[in-house]
């Protein structure tokens, strides 16, 4: 690809995902709905969806950036449910959507119907985080779908290389398709937790926050390249060092941690951004190969196809919820109660995504001389699925979500557990203080002694005073004018700076060093006052 394509797509894509956000659409949806329309427009360059650049390139980082900002003592509390789903349904709809496009699809060998169940079998983990940040799911909610979605690509892929190789005659079994699975999972696990424990010591004694972060951005790509390299699921090796890493951030320095935030939020709004709007500019590609189907012929199997792919998933979610408990007296006594409107938008809450089309274009076009059976269908109702999950589930998540009126977060005891943990931190920083002012070595001006303490209370009364009484003049709370005469002092410090850098008293690289200092004190109020 020319580099003006990839510079319009990466800007075309960036642009709509910001202009999403004054919008009640969600990003996702905007970005394919654009993204289905320019396909169309005369002189947009043809961007085929290379599977060898977005499974290797695209879908690590953004498996990374996910995991990271996921919980593991939370995933760990949800495995047996994200399990149920990302192994067991993602197996369950392969064999669902391949018998129904086998029985549906006059010609379509169950191996080739098999090869397209699955591919449309796993929910995608940037469409479902896109989705449930925007919608505000409940944690547990939340924590179950992000789960899912970071380890169900493993299945798929497995279940689609065991279904080509019985395609192409390569003498694929139930047995083999059980021990792939296993080597892929197992392989996968093991290069994660080989590769996290010496990554993460490398994070923690590089001394440049500039190198940090390079290996930051390093991380993924090394985990899945060596796993895919000894035949195991690159996709899980990325996830097991992205939880570990990020349970264990608070050992990395200060600066690198501000600097990784900031370059992760980059990468990842960049390429979540590109790849929604590269799923919509792929129907001109899609609808070229299409062959001899007729277009009402086409339509009613992507219609049934989609109903299929959504029906598979309520069958599977309410059992897969209720029955572990009817059955199990230890799941009932440790974990919490499930409810109806939980399952209802767990089933509801399965959007694909970029993932399955890529999957989709990876399918060999011939072997040994033979065309692989109804390719260009498989690709075309791939695509409708995708397209079909993203706009019909992902436009009704959040009206269904309203509807089944979940109760919300509660803002106040969410405070009082934040003033508590504080207040704890604080005694702790306190006593540690009082020790070290105790030795002679560590003597400061009572000045600088009381800034330190200063410095501390103000964090400790920080969380409670957001707790307090709105201002009657302005409306504001008590953080909001904290923030704003914060900002209003550092911006009149910043404006003193740049004169003097105009009249020459201080050069750039000094002027460069003191805005540093003050961008840091401005967070650092910002997040003060919460």
Same mark, same amino acid.
């Given at each position: 690809?020319?580099?003006? &394509?990839?510079?319009?797509?990466?800007?075309?894509?960036?642009? @709509?995902a910001g202009a999403a956000r004054r919008t009640p659409v969600p990003a996702p949806l905007l970005l394919v709905a654009? %993204?289905?329309? !320019?396909?169309? !427009?005369?002189?947009?360059p043809d961007? #085929?969806?290379?599977?060898?650049? !977005? +499974?290797?390139?695209?879908?690590?980082?953004?498996?990374? #950036?996910?995991?990271?900002?996921?919980?593991?003592?939370?995933?760990?509390?949800?495995?047996?449910p994200v399990a149920l789903l990302s192994v067991g349904y993602v197996l369950f709809a392969t064999v669902a959507v391949g018998w129904a496009a086998y029985v549906l699809i006059p010609g379509m060998p169950l191996t080739a119907a098999l090869v397209l169940g699955a591919v449309v079998a796993p929910p995608d983990a940037v469409?479902? /985080?896109? @989705?449930?940040?925007?919608? %505000?799911?409940?944690?547990?909610i939340t924590t179950i779908l992000q789960g899912e979605s970071l380890l169900n690509d493993a299945t798929a892929i497995t279940a689609y290389k065991v279904a080509v190789a019985a395609v192409v005659g390569e003498g694929a079994t139930w047995a083999g398709g059980i021990r792939e699975f296993l080597l892929a999972a197992v392989g996968g696990v093991g290069v994660g937790l080989v590769l996290m424990?010496? +990554?993460?010591?490398?994070? #923690?004694?590089? /001394?440049?926050? =500039?190198?940090?972060? #390079?290996?930051?951005?390093?991380? &993924?790509? @090394?985990?899945y390249g060596v796993a895919e390299q000894v035949h195991a699921s690159g996709v899980l090796a990325v996830v097991v060092v992205a939880l570990y890493l990020g349970h264990r951030a608070w050992e990395v320095d200060f600066a690198t941690r501000l600097q990784e935030e900031a370059v992760w939020k980059m990468v990842a709004f960049i390429l979540e951004s590109a790849v929604f709007a590269l799923i919509g500019l792929q129907l001109p590609i899609v609808l070229k190969g299409l062959g001899g189907y007729e277009g009402a012929k086409a339509t009613w199997y992507a219609v049934v196809l989609f109903l299929v792919v959504v029906l598979a998933r309520f069958v599977w979610v309410y059992p897969a919820t209720f029955l572990p408990r009817v059955l199990s007296a230890r799941i009932r006594e440790r974990e919490e109660d499930p409810t109806w409107r939980g399952a209802m938008v767990t089933s509801w809450a399965g959007m694909r995504g970029v993932v399955s089309l890529a999957i989709a274009f990876s399918i060999p076009t011939v072997h040994d001389g033979h065309p692989f059976p109804q390719r260009n269908l498989i690709l075309f109702l791939t695509f409708t699925t995708v397209i %079909?999950? =993203?706009? @019909?589930?992902?436009?009704?998540?959040?009206?269904?979500?309203?509807?089944?009126k979940f109760p919300g977060r509660d803002r106040q005891a969410e405070t009082l557990a934040e003033a508590n943990a504080q207040a704890q931190a604080s005694r702790a920083a306190e006593s540690r203080l009082d020790e070290l002012l105790s030795d002679e070595r560590n003597a400061l001006p009572p000045p600088l002694a009381d800034r330190l303490r200063t410095v501390l209370e103000r964090r400790r009364n920080a969380v409670w005073e957001r707790l307090g009484q709105v201002n009657p003049v /302005? %409306?504001?709370? !008590?953080?909001d004018t904290y923030r704003r005469l914060s900002r209003e002092m550092i911006g009149a410090e910043r404006e003193v700076f740049v004169r003097l850098r105009d009249h020459r008293y201080i050069d750039d690289e000094m002027l460069r060093a003191l805005l540093r200092r003050l961008d840091l004190e401005e967070a650092a109020a910002y997040r003060e006052a919460g």
């Open positions: 690809m020319d580099v003006l &394509p990839l510079l319009l797509l990466v800007a075309g894509s960036a642009a @709509v654009v %993204g289905l329309a !320019v396909s169309y !427009v005369p002189g947009v961007y #085929t969806l290379d599977p060898k650049i !977005v +499974l290797p390139l695209l879908l690590p980082p953004l498996l990374y #950036t996910s995991a990271t900002d996921s919980s593991y003592l939370d995933l760990r509390a949800q495995f047996r469409a479902a /985080t896109a @989705v449930a940040r925007r919608v %505000g799911l409940p944690s547990r424990a010496p +990554l993460h010591w490398l994070r #923690t004694h590089l /001394t440049e926050p =500039l190198l940090q972060n #390079t290996l930051s951005l390093l991380i &993924p790509f @090394v985990a %079909g999950t =993203l706009v @019909v589930q992902g436009l009704s998540l959040p009206p269904l979500i309203g509807l089944l /302005t %409306g504001e709370s !008590v953080d």
